[in-house]
């Protein structure tokens, strides 16, 4: 199984300013992805984190609102750019195994936009 | 536009019943159906079904998926206060391993 971290697990952010997620998998993983489960809600994919690449961007939401790099096959980062009370959600970061027979999640990172 | 139903969304048993939770789908290009269990933050992996009519066993929790009529159950048997959590089902499309997931099913056990 993978074993995935994030950073931060949780942040209490101020109107207007960005945040940087960071999700580090301990094996190298081809299919790496951000999902934002909103309080009370289930979880929606924000984007597909593509290595060498840009991101591919699910409907509703945009490069500019939600940066991605992945620089390598284990490493990505989600950013939430000049953020909004509405932002404040679960950021989850997801990854295929390398048997194709699971998705794994990280702890996810709680953030609360005041 | 793909789509995730689960049902019931919330259920409230007591220690030691069976529960039956259900999930269906409309989805294009299907690849598998995952179940997945949230008590705080992350989902916890419970299952992945590709294959019609093959109950995966995990315990006292089993799911099987029907293909045709699309739509999978995911049954806890001897029901415990640590069963109590949020089960999600998830479908994976062939394209890229997106998961799509329903609203959720709210599953709370009481002594």
């Known amino acids: 199984s993978a074993v995935i971290s994030q950073k931060p697990s949780r942040d209490i952010c101020q109107r207007g300013t960005s945040l940087t997620i960071q999700c580090q998998v301990d094996s190298q993983v081809t299919m790496m992805f951000w999902y934002r489960q909103q309080p009370g809600q289930s979880l929606t994919l924000i984007a597909t984190a593509n290595q060498g690449s840009e991101a591919t961007y699910e409907s509703g939401f945009v490069i500019d609102k939600f940066p991605i790099s992945r620089p390598n096959l284990t490493f990505s980062t989600l950013t939430v750019s000049n953020m909004s009370p509405e932002d404040s959600s679960i950021y989850l970061c997801s990854v295929m195994g390398s048997s194709g027979n699971t998705i794994y999640f990280g702890e996810g990172s709680w953030l609360t936009v005041v | 536009e793909d789509k995730v139903v689960q049902s019931p969304l919330s259920l409230v048993v007591h220690e030691g019943d069976t529960v039956t939770l259900n999930c269906s789908y409309e989805?294009?290009?299907?690849?598998?159906l995952l179940w997945y269990k949230q008590e705080k933050k992350a989902p916890t992996f419970l299952f992945m079904l590709t294959s019609s009519g093959i109950e995966k066993k995990s315990g006292r929790l089993s799911s099987i998926l029907d293909k045709k009529e699309l739509f999978s159950i995911l049954n806890i048997t001897a029901t415990q206060t640590g069963d109590s959590a949020v089960y999600l089902c998830?479908?994976?499309?062939?394209?890229?391993?997106?998961?799509?997931f329903g609203e959720g099913t709210q599953l709370t056990v009481n002594p």
């Open positions: 989805v294009t290009n299907f690849r598998s």
């Open positions: 998830a479908v994976e499309e062939t394209s890229g391993s997106r998961l799509t």
